[in-house]
Structures are given as structure tokens and as C-alpha cells.
């Protein structure tokens, strides 16, 4: 079955250090896509990136970066040189495609990061 | 351009009372999702729409919930009666097309539901 694990649950770093959070997936697809979301304390999910599983390219965005592996079906996060606006819950997610047709998304447990000033 | 809305932000009912949940998409967003987010979790589907027409409702308790979408627009989502393990934030998002894998979806604030 499709499925979704962050297996850090909390994390604390101190102000300007760089952060890696975790993702790994599982899925019977062969065409998916993966996502990562940023939700703050307002509690609104804000869209960070998406990456087809035909891409392995590497991107980088201001601080923060990705890596996607296929061979270790993970799909990290880095945020480079963290701030105290970076605190927040972060999810990874998959989309699985139904038995209707239609896709829908797998979300991960997320992982709570703490920036300390 | 404006975001997915939700009304009411926050909610207290007690157990057995109904609650309905309103979300008005980003305009010509064809499909709709409700979600739930139980504290500590990450959002469950339960239930998406492209246009007023039902594609996935596979996790919705449909002994307890309902959801409509009216015209395609705006939509409902209804908790009647309503028991404990309920409590949670209700998200709702909407995205651009239909049959996407790649269709990022833009999320409303959420309602913030707890039952006593």
C-alpha cells in the first residue's frame, strides 16, 4: 500500500544551523509525485515543491533544497542556514492514483521543527 | 487573487450535536477536497469532488458525515451526530484541474472542531 513515514517527529535546531527532514515513500506507482508542505501555526498547508518521480534532479530554492533518491524511495528537505520563521510543521506527501481514476494525496505524519533564536 | 476560505474557524459542540462546515474555493477550481487533521497527524481524505460530482469518498463515515457541492462551487461538509474521537481541524483545498497527479492543491485556513 502507499504510505508515507517521517520518522522525526520533533526537531529542535538553534537559530542560522542547516536542518535536514526526512521522507520516505512507498508505492506501487510507476508515474507519481511527490510534495512538501509547510504548515505554520495559522494552521493553512503552504506548498513548498513538487517533483515527478521521473526527476531526479536535485533543486534548490533560496535556503531550502530537496533530494530525491528512487533507489532509497526518499524525498528530504534541507533548509540551509534555519530561522525562526522556518518553525513550523512540515508534511511530505505522494500522490496515489484511486480506483476512480482520479489521484488523491498520501500525507506523512510530519515533522514539528523548532527554531531557536 | 483570493484563497480557499472556511467559516467558522472554531467550533464547540457536545457529543451527538450536528456541525456543518462551510469552504468556498479559489475561483474555477474545479475539484475540491475535505480533509481531517487529528492532532498530531497529518490530513486524512474524506471525501473529493470535481465539480459537484462525488470521485472519492472512500474514507468518509458516511454513518456520521455528509458533504455537498452545490453548483459546483462552494461547498458543505456535515457532522450529525457528532462523537469525540471527531475533534480535529477540518481542512479543505481545492485544485485547478481534474484527473491531475501533479495538481497542487491550495489549502484554506481550516476549522478548528471540538467536541465534549
Known amino acids: 500500500a502507499q504510505k508515507v513515514t517521517q520518522a522525526q517527529t520533533e526537531i529542535s535546531v538553534v537559530e542560522k544551523e542547516d536542518v535536514t527532514l526526512d521522507c520516505v515513500y512507498e508505492?506501487?506507482?510507476?508515474?507519481?509525485?511527490l510534495f512538501w508542505y509547510k504548515q505554520p501555526p495559522s494552521g493553512e498547508l503552504v506548498f513548498l515543491i513538487r517533483?515527478?518521480?521521473?526527476?531526479?534532479q536535485n533543486e534548490i530554492s533560496g535556503r531550502y533544497s530537496w533530494n530525491f533518491q528512487k533507489s532509497t524511495s526518499s524525498f528530504n528537505f534541507t533548509i540551509t542556514a534555519s530561522q525562526v520563521v522556518d518553525s513550523a510543521v512540515y508534511f511530505c506527501a505522494l500522490s496515489e492514483l484511486t480506483t476512480s481514476g482520479t489521484y488523491k494525496y498520501i500525507f506523512g505524519t510530519g515533522t514539528r521543527l523548532k527554531v531557536l533564536a | 487573487e483570493a484563497g480557499v476560505a472556511q467559516s467558522p474557524r472554531y467550533k464547540i459542540i457536545e457529543k451527538r450535536q450536528s456541525v456543518a462546515f462551510w469552504c468556498n474555493p479559489i475561483?474555477?477550481?474545479?475539484?475540491l477536497y475535505w480533509y481531517q487533521q487529528i492532532l498530531g497527524q497529518g490530513p486524512k481524505l474524506l471525501i473529493q469532488?470535481?465539480?459537484?460530482?462525488?470521485?472519492?469518498d472512500s474514507q468518509l463515515p458516511k454513518d456520521r458525515f455528509s458533504a455537498e457541492r452545490l453548483k459546483g462551487v462552494d461547498s458543505t461538509l456535515k457532522i450529525q451526530p457528532a462523537k469525540l474521537e471527531d475533534s480535529a481541524v477540518y481542512l479543505c483545498?481545492?485544485?485547478?484541474?481534474?484527473?491531475?497527479?501533479?495538481?497542487?492543491?491550495?489549502f484554506g485556513p481550516g476549522t478548528r472542531l471540538t467536541v465534549t
Open positions: 475561483s474555477g477550481h474545479a475539484t
Open positions: 469532488f470535481q465539480n459537484n460530482g462525488v470521485v472519492d
Open positions: 508505492t506501487r506507482d510507476t508515474t507519481y509525485y
Open positions: 483545498a481545492s485544485s485547478f484541474g481534474t484527473h491531475q497527479v501533479d495538481g497542487e492543491q491550495y
Open positions: 517533483r515527478n518521480s521521473f526527476d531526479e
